[in-house]
């Protein structure tokens, strides 16, 4: 028994993909221009698809599971479970509007013309607005849309903004934040369950690895109950006694979030020596 994962065959979502996947400690061979590979140390063979393709074969069964942005999942709307967001292929959908134009709130796109690769995001948001829009569906450049006459505002992905303002648009209203997620088909097997249970053990294992950071320091022993108090840790801090007298050493387990304003205020209560040291897996 395998499971089918379908990916997307090309750009950066492939490849953060595929590094997720090995991270994992899945074995693949992505040669180019291949269409599917299996791996050779996990139940699991891999398709090579159009990220837009992949909700449906998802659906229909073709494949098992798939790695695709949220804001695909949601735009082709297919009876697919999302299992896991994977923290890789962040952007924002958003509404864009001329840098003229005075903006003052979500109203302003009411019977305004808008051109965007996301009509049912947009549709869907609009409503839970109370708004009505002259949506004009387009496959890509939608960022010249406003510039050659064709629509008032856009609706379109963002990530740095440096598009929109090279095209004279400026971001207004953020519709969606999205990011790639694990999908899969809503009728797997007994087995097949199983497996994708175990898949994603290994993909939360790394992903707590990458938001946490495995720290050790010097502590005096007279500020140890303060330094201590510090560390929140995955149960409570290691510590050990140092070969000078009056001296421990303390190992914890920081979260990236509040990494620095712990090691600051762990400074402040006399901590030395301070260590940080990636983590590569991490079970809890």
Known sequence: MKLRIAIQKSGRLHDDSIK??????????????????????????????????????????????????????????????????????KCRLSLAVSKSVEYNGVKDMDKLRIATSYPVILEKFLKEHGLTADIHEISGSVEIAPGIGLADAICD??????????????????ILKSEAVLISNSSLTTEQEAILRKLQFRIQAVKKAKNNKYILLNAPNDKLKEIISLLPGMKSPTVLPLA????????????????WDIIESLKEAGAQGILVVPIEKMII
């Open 20 to 89: 997720l996947l090995k991270e994992c400690g899945i074995d693949i061979n992505n040669g180019v221009n291949k269409l599917k590979t299996e791996a050779s140390n996990f139940p699991l063979e891999v398709f090579f698809l159009r990220d837009d393709d992949i909700p449906q074969y998802v659906e229909d069964g073709v494949a098992d599971l798939g790695i695709v942005g949220e804001n695909v999942v949601l735009e082709k709307n297919r009876p697919v479970r999302t299992v896991e967001k994977l923290g890789f292929g």
């Open 157 to 174: 992905l963002v990530s740095s903004g440096s598009t929109l303002f090279m095209n004279g648009l400026k971001e207004v209203e953020v």
């Open 244 to 259: 000078e007298e009056g001296w421990s050493s303390v190992h914890s387990v920081l979260n990236e979030n509040d990494f």
